[in-house]
């Protein structure tokens, strides 16, 4: 039987519950760091425990959606977003509100996941690097929206506004969902293993050289991206005096520079396939990663300086890591739920360790945010020749 593909709009809006509960919450943060009585570091934990829930979840949805199909384990995380997402928006205390966000990780964590395998299910490598370069644009969407939208119900309703937004928000895709996404992956080409045996699943990916190795520089790539995230809200409106108010246009910048790399490589992609444009970015992402510290360290330009050198510093790890995401999932296209998994968990769970410690260690200091994001990029970089050679 043939499936006819869900369009990609669908398909983003889908992907986008990390983003929607990472970056929809970012503008709280120094406000409930305040209201708690708690330090930058603590704050965070808000935004670690989600992360952590994200990792840990991951690392079940992809073996369950390799074994059960893709719809039934996606609306089952879209249920527990949207539970978690009005407990969390009734916490009484910060402890509460962490618990919340954990459980909230597990339920956003299926949607990343099973919408790269659905992707992986319909097209064949580089037509999957096309339609994932696709996909990531107009994801972009999300994580400039959220935190502008959730300024404004941070002003208008309080920080409780936010949570019940995006429970509102899970309902709504929920319901989509089920209208709208067909089941992509035949009973016949799924794993057949009983599923107390995944770990074995995870065992095969981690042994596979190629698949682990474009898994592995993503992951270290993706936390460069992820200490700007968490420590942007108080580097930027503490340390340089943004208004709450106006941080969504950093984070605007921040993704354009994402959405732009998507173009780019949607546009390239099928013409010089993804090794080889893996290889040609490398030289420019190191030169980029000097440069962003040294925009920082000598104030060249003040903040608009900072932010253009940030806009292609974005620009050139989101071309990279779409092309290893690519790869990995054609390394491996039998087990694509479980290396969509892999990819997101490594993902979150070094978001939620930058956002703890990383943060605690830069502040509001530009300059060490900066040297945190370039250390990332350029071990990404060593790692990838050295797993995967030249």
């Not at 670690?48 to 994200?54: C, E, K, R, S, V």
């Not at 509460?96 to 992986?120: H, T």
């Not at 095969?204 to 993503?218: I, K, W, Y």
Request: with cysteine.
């Amino acid at each position: 039987m043939t499936v006819r593909p869900p369009s990609i709009v669908f398909l983003a809006a889908l992907a986008g519950f990390g983003a929607l509960s990472v970056d929809g919450f970012l503008p709280l943060l120094p406000g409930l760091a305040a209201e708690f009585g708690l330090t930058a570091g603590e704050a965070q934990t808000a935004l670690g425990g989600l992360m952590l829930g994200m990792a840990i979840g991951q690392l079940a949805y992809g073996p369950l959606a390799d074994r059960l199909g893709r719809r039934g384990p996606l609306l089952a995380g879209i249920a527990l977003f949207a539970t978690a997402s009005l407990m969390a928006a009734l916490a009484d205390d910060f402890a509460s509100l962490v618990v919340w966000r954990f459980v909230q990780g597990l339920g956003a964590s299926a949607s990343p996941v099973i919408v790269r395998a659905v992707v992986r299910d319909l097209h064949d490598r580089e037509a999957a690097a096309r339609q994932l370069s696709h996909l990531t644009g107009l994801m972009g969407v999300m994580p400039i929206a959220a935190p502008l939208v959730a300024a404004q119900l941070l002003l208008a309703g309080g920080w409780r506004a936010v949570p019940v937004a995006m429970g509102a928000f899970a309902v709504l895709m929920g319901a989509l969902a089920i209208l709208r996404l067909p089941e992509t992956l035949a009973p016949d080409r799924r794993v057949r293993l009983p599923l107390w045996r995944i770990a074995r699943l995870y065992r095969d990916v981690l042994r596979h050289r190629r698949a682990f190795g474009h898994v592995a520089t993503n992951v270290v790539l993706q936390t460069a991206v992820m200490v700007f995230v968490c420590a942007s809200p108080f580097v930027m409106i503490e340390g340089r005096g943004v208004p709450t108010e106006l941080f969504g246009f950093i984070i605007m910048v921040e993704v354009g520079g994402l959405i732009a790399g998507a173009a780019i490589n949607g546009r390239v992609v099928a013409r010089y396939g993804t090794d080889r444009l893996i290889r040609r970015a490398q030289p420019v992402l190191a030169a980029m990663s000097a440069l962003l510290v040294l925009v920082a360290w000598l104030d060249l330009g003040g903040l608009a300086g900072f932010l253009v050198i940030l806009f292609v510093f974005k620009t050139t790890t989101s071309f990279v890591s779409i092309n290893c995401i690519a790869g990995a999932l054609q390394a491996m296209p039998e087990r694509a739920g479980t290396v969509s998994a892999l990819i997101g968990a490594g993902q979150s769970a070094a978001g939620a360790l930058a956002g703890r410690y990383a943060t605690a260690v830069i502040g509001t200091d530009t300059l060490v945010m900066s040297l945190f994001m370039a250390g990332f990029a350029l071990a990404a970089i060593a790692l990838h020749r050295l797993l995967l050679g030249r």
